[in-house]
């Protein structure tokens, strides 16, 4: 079946080091991906949704700054915590949807992201 | 009162047991997903509805859109069905590209 690949995993870095996550279709063509962050006990939050060849589109609240998306091709999401401090510390998860009509949304595995 | 709400918050159950979690919704909707989290963090689409009834294995999913309700249902449950369950609505009229709204996730823990 479809699958989303997310890596890396796990990060842990040093207050003021920028993170790049990517994330990948494997077997689809992904029109669109979405990136959310997830606090402990708590549900996705949407950070912002980007459509391959555009600039992604950010929710309230959330920097465009400091969450660089990048969405170039078809198959490859990236999104970089620019300057991370430890507040940005979170899990990281995305997911992609093919243009194709009454196609499920697939998640990647997430990031584990750890500022010290 | 959120757009989608899930119950119960939490469940524990024995080896075996019949399990149901509920899911209702208060916008119209085009699809409705059942996701599992595993304690890892990653996310399994376990069903996308519509309408009717999906089934896959031990796991079954009903909706009733008239009701605005959901139903996850798992039959003789496994310790390895421990997970977070989130129900997820995409709104009616929206595009395929338009954000999911998710219910906060009912977290099922199945005991040997």
């Known amino acids: 079946g479809a699958v989303v690949s997310q890596h890396p995993s796990r990060v842990i870095c040093k207050s003021g080091t920028s993170v790049k996550i990517e994330c990948r279709s494997l077997d689809f063509q992904a029109t669109t991906m979405f990136w959310y962050r997830q606090f402990p006990k708590q549900s996705l939050m949407l950070m912002a949704t980007s459509n391959e060849g555009s600039k992604a589109t950010y929710e309230q609240g959330v920097e465009k700054d400091k969450f660089l998306i990048n969405h170039a091709s078809l198959t490859l999401s990236t999104l970089t915590v620019t300057s991370a401090h430890p507040e940005d510390s979170s899990f990281y998860i995305c997911?992609?949807?093919?243009?194709?009509?009454?196609?499920?949304?697939?998640f990647g595995d997430g990031t584990r992201l750890s500022i010290l | 009162k959120n757009e989608v709400e899930q119950s119960p918050q939490n469940l524990t159950a024995q080896e075996g047991e019949f399990i149901t979690i509920n899911c209702s919704y208060s916008v119209g909707i085009s699809a409705l997903h059942w996701l599992q989290q595993h304690p890892g963090g990653g996310i399994v689409s376990l069903f996308m509805?519509?309408?009717g009834k999906k089934k896959h294995g031990r796991l079954i999913a009903t909706i009733n859109i008239q009701e605005k309700h959901s139903s996850l249902h798992i039959t003789a449950s496994h310790p390895r069905d421990s997970a977070v369950y989130i129900c997820a609505v995409r709104s009616f009229g929206e595009t395929s590209g338009s954000r999911l709204t998710f219910g906060e996730g009912t977290q099922l823990t199945v005991n040997p």
């Open positions: 997911s992609a949807l093919s243009g194709l009509l009454n196609q499920p949304q697939h």
């Open positions: 509805l519509s309408s």
